[in-house]
């Protein structure tokens, strides 16, 4: 009997030891900044047994050490909100719907800080850097939620038999040589490069229009540069799996219409198009930057906007605000989504842009010939087939892709 009660008196003092724990994990209360979760203690107004409206989350353990002080809605963090961290850094944000969205302002205990924006907790596109007195000191870019600069410092150089023998990798290599040539499809760019050791690789990156959280910041490369480029591992294949993409040069290298075939071929030389057409299986690597060897890079806070740096290195333009007025090459318009396509040349200048916008009911839409006035932002890029492409029924592996800057409008003026 006495054994009987001992242990009936056992599993009152577990199940009293299980309730309490699971009341001690219960107090904890998530919160999730970017990507990672983590758990506090809240101490503010309640509604239901969950917070709602003014308190302080407070985390202290491994992972983390910070005070959180925000609103929240029936337990779920909306508007501002402040993070003190330990180490005297703090970062100040919005929440909605329990993720930071808007803009993010980031300091260090020295009194400097970061801005950027962040979407569903995903921060994106540009960082710019300020010191303690609030002066502009320098720009990055996000890819992947990651600083492009710490994945730069993150890169190793490949060593090329390893890699033939490897998957996809998360460790980003960092490789140097020559473009043999670039070729495009309807998103994407695809380099093939040379190394110093004439080992080949295909590096490719979206190019279009700006992507909003995996833009790779790459400029618009032509054969024979010679840059460091920056990606990832993607998987390794045969080279002919590029060879119906079309040839693509930027707007500023465009050859001329009437000698097309002929600067094609010289442009094209035969070991390149030997090399499109191989069964080799060489790396495939997807970018996320590249530096053109003796070019000073371009200075996103304070741009030149000359037009060849605009068409060379378009991404670090992206979102900066231009004005435009020029002639309507070619016009196109889909009804279906409402909007319009425009080709114009830049009024005293060869200059030439494709300028997007979205048009109502009632509104003018430009013709061939009229001038405009076009208000918006670069966009990063457009591609359409060269002028003798469209003015021939030409095989679409001997075609050419011409690489415009791309503007996003609201609207045009027609003067």
């Given at each position: 009997?006495?054994?009987?009660?001992?242990?009936?008196?056992?599993?009152?003092?577990?199940?009293?030891?299980?309730?309490?724990?699971?009341?001690?994990?219960?107090?904890?209360?998530?919160?999730?900044?970017?990507?990672?979760?983590?758990?506090?203690?809240?101490?503010?107004?309640?509604?239901?047994?969950?917070?709602?409206?003014?308190?302080?989350?407070?985390?202290?353990?491994?992972?983390?050490?910070?005070?959180?002080?925000?609103?929240?809605e029936?337990?779920?963090?909306?508007?501002?909100?402040?993070?003190?961290?330990?180490?005297?850094?703090?970062?100040?944000?919005?929440?909605?719907?329990?993720?930071?969205?808007?803009?993010?302002?980031?300091?260090?205990?020295?009194?400097?800080?970061?801005?950027?924006?962040?979407?569903?907790?995903?921060?994106?596109?540009?960082?710019?850097?300020?010191?303690?007195?609030?002066?502009?000191?320098?720009?990055?870019?996000?890819?992947?939620?990651?600083?492009?600069?710490?994945?730069?410092?993150?890169?190793?150089?490949?060593?090329?038999?390893?890699?033939?023998?490897?998957f996809?990798?998360?460790?980003?290599?960092?490789?140097?040589?020559?473009?043999?040539?670039?070729?495009?499809?309807?998103t994407?760019?695809?380099?093939?490069?040379?190394?110093?050791?004439e080992?080949?690789?295909?590096?490719?990156?979206?190019?279009?229009?700006?992507?909003?959280?995996?833009?790779?910041?790459?400029?618009?490369?032509?054969?024979?540069?010679?840059?460091?480029?920056?990606?990832?591992?993607?998987?390794?294949?045969?080279?002919?799996?590029?060879?119906?993409?079309?040839r693509?040069?930027?707007?500023?290298?465009?050859?001329?219409?009437?000698?097309?075939?002929?600067?094609?071929l010289?442009?094209?030389?035969?070991?390149?198009?030997?090399?499109?057409?191989?069964?080799?299986?060489?790396?495939?690597?997807?970018?996320?930057?590249?530096?053109?060897?003796?070019?000073a890079?371009?200075?996103?806070?304070?741009?030149?906007?000359?037009?060849?740096?605009?068409?060379?290195?378009?991404?670090?333009?992206?979102?900066?605000?231009?004005?435009?007025?020029g002639?309507?090459?070619?016009?196109?318009?889909?009804?279906?989504?409402?909007?319009?396509?425009?080709?114009?040349?830049?009024s005293?200048?060869?200059?030439?842009?494709?300028?997007?916008?979205?048009?109502?009911?009632?509104?003018?839409?430009?013709?061939?010939?009229?001038?405009?006035?076009?208000?918006?932002?670069?966009?990063?890029?457009?591609?359409?087939?060269?002028?003798?492409?469209?003015?021939?029924?030409?095989?679409?592996?001997?075609?050419?892709?011409?690489?415009?800057?791309?503007?996003?409008?609201?609207?045009?003026?027609?003067?």
């Amino acid at each position: 009997m006495k054994k009987a009660f001992k242990f009936i008196y056992f599993l009152f003092f577990l199940l009293l030891f299980s309730e309490n724990a699971f009341a001690e994990d219960n107090d904890k209360i998530a919160v999730t900044i970017f990507s990672d979760t983590y758990y506090g203690t809240y101490e503010g107004n309640m509604e239901n047994g969950v917070p709602a409206g003014d308190g302080t989350l407070t985390c202290s353990d491994d992972s983390a050490d910070f005070t959180l002080t925000g609103t929240w809605e029936a337990g779920i963090l909306n508007g501002k909100a402040t993070i003190n961290y330990s180490d005297g850094s703090y970062l100040t944000a919005s929440f909605k719907d329990g993720l930071i969205s808007g803009r993010v302002k980031d300091c260090l205990a020295d009194g400097s800080y970061r801005v950027y924006s962040c979407t569903d907790g995903r921060p994106y596109k540009f960082i710019t850097y300020y010191d303690a007195s609030g002066n502009e000191t320098g720009v990055d870019a996000f890819y992947q939620m990651q600083p492009v600069s710490s994945l730069k410092d993150a890169c190793i150089e490949p060593e090329y038999g390893l890699m033939l023998n490897s998957f996809y990798s998360t460790t980003p290599y960092k490789i140097s040589g020559t473009v043999l040539g670039t070729f495009d499809d309807s998103t994407s760019t695809f380099v093939l490069l040379e190394d110093g050791d004439e080992h080949i690789y295909v590096l490719t990156y979206k190019n279009v229009a700006t992507d909003k959280y995996n833009q790779a910041i790459v400029p618009n490369l032509v054969t024979g540069d010679t840059i460091t480029a920056y990606g990832f591992l993607q998987k390794c294949d045969v080279l002919s799996s590029i060879s119906d993409y079309r040839r693509s040069v930027p707007v500023t290298s465009e050859p001329d219409s009437s000698a097309l075939p002929e600067s094609i071929l010289q442009s094209e030389e035969v070991k390149t198009e030997n090399l499109r057409s191989s069964n080799s299986t060489v790396p495939f690597l997807l970018l996320f930057a590249a530096d053109v060897r003796g070019e000073a890079a371009t200075d996103r806070l304070a741009p030149s906007y000359e037009y060849d740096d605009v068409a060379r290195n378009p991404y670090l333009y992206s979102d900066l605000s231009c004005s435009i007025t020029g002639e309507v090459t070619q016009a196109q318009i889909n009804y279906e989504n409402g909007t319009v396509s425009i080709r114009m040349e830049e009024s005293g200048t060869q200059n030439k842009y494709v300028v997007r916008y979205t048009f109502s009911d009632g509104d003018s839409i430009p013709a061939i010939g009229d001038t405009i006035v076009v208000d918006g932002a670069y966009a990063g890029n457009s591609k359409a087939l060269s002028e003798a492409d469209r003015d021939t029924s030409s095989d679409e592996t001997d075609s050419i892709y011409i690489i415009y800057p791309r503007i996003n409008s609201k609207s045009v003026r027609i003067l």
